[in-house]
């Protein structure tokens, strides 16, 4: 499913107009419909509810007052109350506003009709706050007296709808731009915006549904949208076939590169995730005492152990020898990082043209060397978390958590794709770019991001490209941890591993 920007969407909303002839009017219309029947179906019964409906001067509170005449249908405990300037309406939104008022409809205008102290009031007392303050023409922070009233709501509201997106929320990036609605439900139009799937707004969305309103698909499918939520159907469609006549051949030669004597762990677990998705060899070469571990662990890896302590650039020659057999490598959970071992990474980028997925210590080695990418022969994915990234690209953390645009201008810059790990996880060539949205905080524990690594080799090897090997990765690692029936966290790294074949099973799984 593609995702917008606020810019994309005003350029949608203007051909609606333009090209196929749909007025705002119409489009507001369904909007304002479209949230009421997403509350039909959310709480049911809405003549048993009272409705506080908040909305401000612009397009999304024309959609709050359609919302508002709406309701009126089921009942008469619907109270309007607009935090902002008549005379800046736009036409539909004025036209709306006489609608209501045509029908009978209660509106009443914050600091004339009503003060803020009666708002905390009715916001108390009301079941459900509509909130149609800001959507996507929001500019610069919010304060002064709507500041206020998103306080209010936070504070005293029994149950949020937001109309398009929680207000206050910046639209392109998810961030809370001085204040912002803490929803329990979001219904937006066409389809999802950034701001839905970055935290802090993912959280801040609440419930999000997406409503038809009769923008046309043409416009809505468009190749130049060029951003997309991974979806279950994604995944299965780009997932390798099973072939009957097969062997072990068939499913590709993964080559891991990890471990050190201090962290013999994360080569194992991330040469047995790369068994747990399909790939029919896995060959991990590693240092000891993780040789002996992974083989106990498991006797189907084709292991060798070096007997020091770390990677240096004597290990070179052996690596090449057993990556002439291989189809993809993965290079760097538990390596370790010393001089030694930056140097061996470094030749190994230079020389290896091999679709090449480099990992945690693979990447902090190559954090003062970032040229040597220019360098790659082969395809390249980099998967970072937050703090690797912020090395690689020597910014503060806070700088490039969720930051996709800055994900997209590396990736293009260094000719790679990037994987940055996160509750949200987003992956780009610099062209196309992926956000996964499954998983939860089970996989915020030692070890997760080794075994990702193994599954997006074990997919590449079986013939995926890196980028969609990437995005089927992060997709089945989310689903496997939301697989785990016990309490959320408390699921060990080890049977993560045991999950991703119900993660696949239930990705193959029809309808
Ligand atoms: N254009 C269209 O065809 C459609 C638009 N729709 C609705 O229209 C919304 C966009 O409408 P608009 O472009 O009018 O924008 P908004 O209604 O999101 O807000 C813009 C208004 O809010 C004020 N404002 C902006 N930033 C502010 C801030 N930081 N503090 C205080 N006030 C601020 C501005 O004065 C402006 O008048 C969408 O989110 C959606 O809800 C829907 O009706 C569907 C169709
Ligand atoms: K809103």
Redo the contacts with the bound molecule.
């Keep these: 499913m593609k995702v917008l920007t606020a810019h994309q969407m005003k350029e949608i ?1 203007r051909l609606t107009s333009e090209r196929f002839l749909i007025s ?1 009017e119409i ?2 219309e369904r ?1 304002g419909l479209s949230v009421v029947l997403a509350l039909q179906s959310e709480l049911k019964d809405l003549s048993k509810k009272s409705f506080l409906v908040l909305c ?8 709050g007052l359609v919302v508002a005449r709406i309701l009126h249908q089921y009942t008469d405990e619907v109270v309007t109350v607009v935090v902002g300037d008549k005379t ?1 309406m ?1 036409s539909e939104t004025l036209a709306n506003f006489k609608r209501l008022k045509a029908i009978g409809g209660i509106i009443k205008f914050l600091n004339e009709d009503l003060s803020l102290d009666e708002l905390v009031q009715m916001v108390k007392n009301y079941d459900v706050v509509i909130d149609a303050l ?9 304060q002064g007296i ?1 500041a206020q009233v998103i306080d209010v709501v936070n504070l005293y509201a029994r149950y949020v709808v937001s ?2 997106l929680p207000s206050g929320l910046d639209t392109d990036t998810g961030k809370v ?1 001085g204040k912002a609605i803490k929803a329990d439900l979001t219904v937006t ?1 066409g389809l999802p915006k950034l701001c839905h799937i970055l935290f802090p707004g993912r959280e801040l969305t609440g419930i999000l549904k997406v409503a038809d ?1 009769g923008i046309p698909k043409i416009l809505l499918n468009a190749d130049e949208i060029k951003r997309n939520i991974v979806t279950k159907d994604l995944v299965l469609s780009s997932l390798p076939k099973r072939i009957k006549d097969s062997h072990k051949g068939s499913y590709g030669k993964v080559l891991v590169i990890a471990g050190s004597k201090n962290y013999p762990g994360a080569a194992v677990l991330t040469s047995i995730a790369a068994y747990r998705v399909g790939s029919g060899y896995v060959q991990l070469v590693t240092c000891k005492p993780a040789d002996e571990i992974a083989l106990v662990r498991e006797p189907s890896l084709i292991v060798r152990g070096f007997e020091q302590e770390f990677f240096t650039p004597s290990c070179l020659p052996t690596v090449f020898e057993v990556a002439k057999n291989s189809k993809v490598v993965v290079l760097g959970p538990g390596l370790t990082q010393s001089d030694q071992t930056r140097e061996f990474v470094l030749q190994l980028l230079k020389e290896l043209d091999l679709p090449m997925i480099i990992d945690a210590d693979g990447l902090n080695n190559i954090a003062e060397n970032l040229d040597v990418l220019f360098q790659r022969k082969g395809p390249t994915l980099l998967t970072p978390h937050f703090g690797e990234f912020a090395r690689l690209v020597k910014l503060p953390i806070e700088a490039v958590k969720y930051n996709y645009s800055l994900v997209e201008e590396f990736s293009k810059k260094y000719g790679v794709i990037t994987l940055l790990k996160g509750a949200t996880t987003i992956i780009s060539n610099g062209e196309s770019t992926y956000f996964n949205l499954m998983g939860n905080t089970s996989l915020a524990k030692a070890g997760s991001g080794d075994v990702l690594a193994g599954m997006i080799g074990g997919l590449a090897a079986q013939g995926l490209d890196l980028l969609s090997a990437a995005f089927c990765g992060a997709y089945l690692h989310g689903l496997a941890a939301e697989m785990y029936n016990l309490k959320e966290g408390t699921m060990l790294t080890s049977e993560l591993l045991d999950l991703i074949p119900k993660a696949m099973e239930e990705v193959c799984k029809v309808g």
């Design positions: 909303d705002p489009l507001m909007a401000g001067h612009g397009n999304n509170g024309g959609d800046k736009s800001l959507g996507i023409g929001i500019k610069g922070s919010v709507l109309v398009d731009l139009f309103i």
